[in-house]
């Protein structure tokens, strides 16, 4: 699995975790719902963040890969669509 998939995948827990933690220092009178949400914005960038940088690395892997294994970028167009049929010329000398 690549890091983007797992950072993809691990998003949603981080934020609930951090969610968990804030209503625990809530509880103890730390720090209130009100003055956390700058936290969910930082810890959601962050995981942007490195989600994004995740992709791009192996996005330029992937590139890498393929130029140097000599890959084609994409296969030759058809040169037409359409099935065309062109009739053979008589063959000379030749009579049924």
Do not use: C
Not at 55 to 75: D, V
């Amino acid at each position: 699995m690549n890091s983007y998939v797992f950072l993809h995948r691990i998003k949603g827990p981080a934020m609930l975790l951090v969610f968990g933690i804030t209503a625990l220092l809530n509880e103890w009178d730390i720090l209130s719902y009100g003055r956390s949400w700058p936290l969910y914005l930082i810890v959601f960038g962050v995981l942007q963040l490195a989600e994004r940088a995740a992709l791009m690395q192996w996005q330029q892997s992937q590139a890498a890969q393929q130029a140097y294994a000599g890959w084609p970028a994409a296969p030759p167009p058809p040169s037409s669509t359409s099935l065309s049929i062109t009739p053979q010329p008589p063959h000379s000398g030749e009579e049924k």
